[in-house]
């Protein structure tokens, strides 16, 4: 084979970070199911048709086609990779309506394919989780409060292997729509992309673009400024913004939603999640409460965990349904876990005991003793072949392994080492067990 | 959304059928960490250019591009979605053999795709799992017995589930080649694979092609047929062969491989692995051991697991990377005992107790109970609307959610009630708890 490299893009774990990455899968598996949330996976692929709904991301997509197929035009039934898990999901729930129970709270993990420009945390193969809820009518509005309470939830488990704490920002289309339409402010989609750049560009720069481009007076400017100033975690963010003195029906809706949610995730997970009226990303498609989550210390990385509120989900033509999700990026978070060497795996196998062969005449002995182990829950390999002792105990201590297994000869009984202390004790595969934190590999914060 | 429907060839499960899948999969993935296999994930796509290596198989590989990509042509460096996970692990091993440590023992679960006529138990897209051991030297013998024993181990586990048994059919290529010297044939590769139609054409068609296209005479013929002819789980296989009066020392070597392999095979897993002469397929690519399996019951659907040894799994160029590995099919053997009714969840979401809500003022109560049982491992959600408690308990009914729990009002304490049996009792949320088979959905043979 010819060319063996890495392709730009599309990462790839040795078998220690794979350990990191499947810990974190597992993590959030848990803490979604411990919520009620079921599991799903979907096809790779849709139609074409259907990744483009999303227009904005268009230009991400990668098409399908056989080696062997005539035309390369694409065509209306091309297929494509999804970009996300919810357009699939959306095609999912129409697909599947009357076989679901609605709403229906499901978690999807799967890989996700966008044709982007490589770069630091941007991917273009890289694993998502994503839980969202649908309903089949109204969607309650504490459904929008769950989200950021879950993954709080799910992350604050991740601090004990050393991944920092994150932040979770929320805002509400309302709170901004209401706020532009009360203070007369024709072009809300426009507003909202333009406050986006807030981080980029400036309160100065935003200024003049709100000006120049979405039809702002100078007041008008000024308020939507004053709007995206405000954060906070209780309700003291209401009073902050009616103290700029607009009022509009859609602004009170909102900013009862967002005071709610926050002091519901205040109660639940405390410090973690704030209201941040700056947060326009996403607003332009979302329509109640909008997501963002940074990694403390590493805010650069760009949000690791976002998501919204959509009043259509998905819709059938006949029926409309309206949901909510959150999706965390896990090879994002992962990735930086890594690089920075902030995580690591105790080990780089699931092996617990190697057990050594004193003659290849004797394997089956070895054998019966893994098997033992096997059956009692205790991973445990036999060594390649009946080297040297000091070759079997490396072939261990280089894959992390903790314990080494010598079978009894000439009438004595087995024995176990720890490689780490030199301890050798008598042992019996019936009955001997590793200490719980050797039993399998641990994912640990890095030293 | 227009155009709603399923991709053929594209399988997607409902969530109580995913449950099924994903407890197979968790199963095979204990198995295989249990016998030291540790896993890796590679990217979904290779360079078409390693993809065609593996030549036959070309016919089948997706192509990608992206949308807005200038030409359409396929050019040396396209990338192809991978078809098998047994290529890019031998790129995985090349392109980080300085980082593994050899032998290794990986296992691996994926997606893969292909661009085939979707049949009966043929998908473009399904689900595999792989184990393999590479070494970067000598590959022991003892690797090839350890593939049908593992796999063997894991579908045993799964006979609780109501899988049905399996056999694993095992032959060896160099008895196959000695035997086929031994005679005198020259076309070695061509007689392999006459002598694997015999299921679809019978000895007298078998016959007439070994004369016509493979050169053998009249009596080579009749002795390939009567080698294919043998079968069986010990040391007779090798009395049966030798019988035929056939003598060469690959012959030999082979047939000292084949009768350990069904030795080790039947003290580990009794009456699962047996040699089977007849079987052919693979043996042109592989050079040792090559394994197959069937449900038994379900012949039909063909091989659910398959592989074999290679001594040349992956090459630098420089170095030879000798591997054994075998594959699971998984989205076949799921399908088979989905849509045959073998297997079923015992509910289709994770959530053990539905936490009721008297009144939406009083839904931070439920919340508290809920948090409280997941705070001890007990999956619970809470009751979307503070609706009728008969369309609550229907809530929890539909989805066989085992346990409604009612807060305590007016100074009385909570109670939890099994809507199955309708019994009713106190129960705090910091002690109470279900039965261990109602605290996740079990997978279990369909009645």
């Known amino acids: 084979m010819s060319r063996i490299s890495p392709l730009s893009g599309f990462p790839e774990w040795l078998p220690n970070q794979r350990i990191v990455e499947s810990h974190i899968v597992s993590t959030l598996r848990r803490i979604f199911e411990l919520h009620g949330y079921t599991e799903i996976e979907t096809r790779a692929v849709e139609p074409l048709e259907h990744l483009l709904a999303k227009g904005e991301t268009s ?107 994150v932040k979770i920002s929320v805002n509400n289309r309302k709170v901004s729509q209401g706020f532009y339409q009360g203070i007369g402010l024709d072009d809300i989609e426009g507003t909202l992309r333009t406050i986006d750049k807030l981080d980029k560009i400036g309160p100065d720069g935003v200024r003049e673009l709100l000006i120049s481009e979405n039809g702002a007076s100078e007041e008008q ?151 033992a182990l096997r059956g009692r829950g205790i991973a445990a390999d036999v060594s390649p072949t009946a080297a040297k002792l000091g070759r079997q105990i490396r072939f261990a201590d280089r894959r992390g392994i903790p314990f080494v297994w010598f079978p009894g000869r000439d009438h004595a009984g087995d024995e176990v080492k720890d490689i780490r202390s030199g301890e050798q004790i008598p042992a019996e595969a019936s009955t001997w067990h590793p200490p719980a934190e050797d039993l399998t590999p641990r994912v640990v914060a890095a030293e």
């Open 59 to 165: 230009k991400e997509v990668y098409l399908l086609r056989r080696l062997q197929e005539d035309s390369q035009a694409p065509e209306s039934d091309t297929l494509g990779l999804h970009f996300d898990l919810t357009v699939p999901f959306a095609r999912y729930v129409i697909e599947n309506a009357g076989k679901l129970h609605f709403p229906f709270k499901r978690y999807q993990i799967q890989k996700v394919w966008r044709g982007e420009r490589p770069q630091d945390g941007r991917f273009r193969e890289f694993l998502q989780a994503d839980i969202d809820v649908v309903a089949d009518g109204e969607l309650p509005f504490h459904y929008e409060a769950e989200m950021p309470i879950v993954i709080a939830t799910a992350f604050e488990q991740l601090r004990a292997i050393g991944m920092p704490p």
């Open 221 to 371: 400017a000024e308020a939507a400024l004053a709007l995206a100033a405000i954060s906070g975690e209780d309700s003291r963010i209401a009073d902050d913004v009616r103290a700029l003195g607009v009022s509009h029906p859609l602004l009170d809706e909102g900013l009862e939603e967002l005071v709610r949610l926050v002091e519901a995730a205040a109660q639940r997970v405390p410090g973690v999640v704030h209201a941040d009226l700056k947060i326009a990303r996403g607003l332009d498609y979302y329509t109640g409460s909008v997501y963002e989550t940074t990694l403390v210390g590493h805010e650069s990385l760009g949000s690791i965990c976002s998501g919204g509120r959509y009043d259509s989900l998905a819709s059938d033509g006949k029926k409309t349904y309206p949901g909510v999700g959150i999706s965390v990026g896990v090879t994002r978070l992962v990735s930086r876990l890594l690089h920075q060497n902030l995580v690591t795996a105790t080990r780089s196998t699931p092996t617990a005991v190697l057990v050594a062969v004193w003659d290849e005449e004797d394997r089956m002995v070895s054998e019966n003793i893994a098997a």
